[in-house]
């Protein structure tokens, strides 16, 4: 009903209020590398502190669902009377936080219960991705594609009149239409160095492209891309599962990168490709990008796409937005080429969006994101 920024880092902390975080590990994927970094935020700001970790989407039983809400019901139980916050990491295909926390609002008036939706619209998108139809996916898509209305209204059953927060304006704009009782609010995608990085114009003459393989993500594009790109430009892949793709000559595949490895995979590139597309025949998503994210971070130019939520960046300076609106897939890549082989001569062109980019990453930084997030829960616990 409500949708707005989650306002600027606050003097106080959540005191006196307990704050149960659900989400993701680690080793998880993206959404699990993004709810590490999130809790480590939290932890020096919120005293009383939990969290309740689960694997990867698809992995869970009916039982371990089970187990892991009433694991969140004792700790809600336990708070001796004081406001809890539960706060869960939603994202597509992972049922792993989102049945544990439904319904939980309903224990008690100052249990104020939000997410955070990685794909947005969907809140999880298959409702009933346990480990029996993850293991038998034909199946899965069997109940779950000719049965999306109802997904959806499941979903807006669960959603009900919480605090949603979404990492683009097309994402808040797309929770809106699909939950209109709850309240939503934009929170960038925090972004932190990882360590200092070489100025773009002075890197080497390459281009890169970035990210865990899977449908959607452009990597099928590779050789294309390579045919269209003058000789002289090297393209350097980094990801995990990029180690599985074909070998091609002037295309540099180095797998998986840790993160402490991120300022010299991106000192060695002088902007970031990210031909992004269709992923998914449920309909589209507009999900926050953590590819484009470690780019800002380490501050190098993106070219990309207008899929999802990309296109909003075109207003920002350092993101070239190659439209893909009335181009054929072949002409998108072509013009991705081209404006990547431009930007990488222009060494004014680079500097330019570098210094856009050093904007980007301070109304970024960690602390003004998890700021927004405390105060938001702290006027959500007071209007209860």
């Known amino acids: 009903m409500a949708a707005g920024p989650v306002g600027k880092p606050g003097a106080t902390d959540l005191d006196g209020v307990r704050?149960?975080?659900?989400a993701a590990e680690r080793a998880a994927g993206g959404v699990g590398a993004y709810s590490e970094v999130f809790a480590g935020m939290l932890r020096p700001r919120v005293a009383d502190f939990h969290e309740v970790r689960h694997p990867r989407p698809g992995t869970d039983t009916v039982a371990e669902l089970r187990a892991r809400r009433?694991?969140?019901?004792?700790?809600?139980?336990?708070?001796?009377?004081?406001?809890?916050?539960?706060?869960?990491?939603?994202?597509?295909?992972?049922?792993?936080?989102?049945?544990?926390?439904?319904?939980?609002?309903?224990?008690?008036?100052?249990?104020?219960?939000?997410?955070t939706v990685h794909d947005p619209p969907g809140l999880v998108w298959w409702?009933?991705?346990v480990a029996f139809l993850e293991q038998r996916k034909l199946l899965n898509h069997a109940v779950h594609f000719p049965l999306r209305t109802l997904s959806r209204a499941v979903e807006r059953r669960v959603a009900g009149s919480r605090t949603l927060f979404a990492m683009s304006d097309a994402g808040v704009r797309s929770l809106?239409?699909?939950?209109p009782d709850t309240t939503v609010r934009h929170a960038h995608m925090p972004v932190w160095s990882r360590g200092e990085v070489v100025s773009a114009p002075d890197r080497p003459k390459a281009v890169g492209l970035f990210g865990l393989v899977y449908r959607g993500k452009g990597f099928e594009h590779v050789e294309r891309l390579r045919g269209l790109l003058p000789d002289d430009i090297?393209?350097?892949?980094a990801g995990r599962g990029t180690e599985a793709l074909p070998a091609?000559?002037?295309?540099?595949?180095?797998?998986?990168?840790?993160?402490a490895d991120l300022p010299a995979y991106f000192s060695s590139i002088r902007?970031?490709?990210?031909?992004?597309?269709?992923?998914?025949?449920?309909?589209?998503?507009?999900?926050?990008?953590?590819?484009?994210?470690d780019a800002i971070a380490h501050l190098t130019p993106v070219v990309c796409t207008g899929h999802g939520a990309l296109g909003e960046l075109r207003a920002e300076g350092g993101v070239r937005v190659v439209d893909d609106d009335g181009r054929?897939?072949?002409?998108?890549?072509?013009?991705?080429?081209?404006?990547?082989?431009?930007?990488v001569e222009s060494r004014d062109r680079l500097s330019e969006m570098a210094e856009a980019l050093k904007a980007m990453r301070e109304v970024r930084e960690p602390d003004e994101v998890v700021g927004g997030y405390l105060e938001t829960w702290a006027r959500s616990l007071c209007r209860a």
């Open 19 to 22: 704050l149960i975080y659900v």
């Open 70 to 115: 009433r694991a969140i019901i004792e700790l809600i139980d336990t708070a001796d009377g004081r406001p809890v916050v539960v706060h869960g990491e939603f994202s597509g295909g992972s049922v792993e936080s989102f049945w544990p926390t439904a319904g939980l609002e309903r224990r008690r008036r100052d249990v104020l219960v939000s997410a």
């Open 127 to 129: 409702p009933g991705r």
């Open 176 to 179: 809106l239409r699909a939950y």
């Open 234 to 237: 090297v393209i350097r892949i």
């Open 248 to 259: 091609i000559d002037g295309v540099e595949i180095l797998g998986g990168v840790d993160d």
């Open 271 to 293: 902007a970031l490709i990210v031909p992004y597309g269709a992923r998914s025949p449920y309909g589209e998503a507009f999900p926050g990008s953590s590819v484009v994210t």
């Open 328 to 343: 054929t897939e072949d002409e998108t890549v072509g013009e991705l080429a081209k404006a990547a082989a431009d930007l």
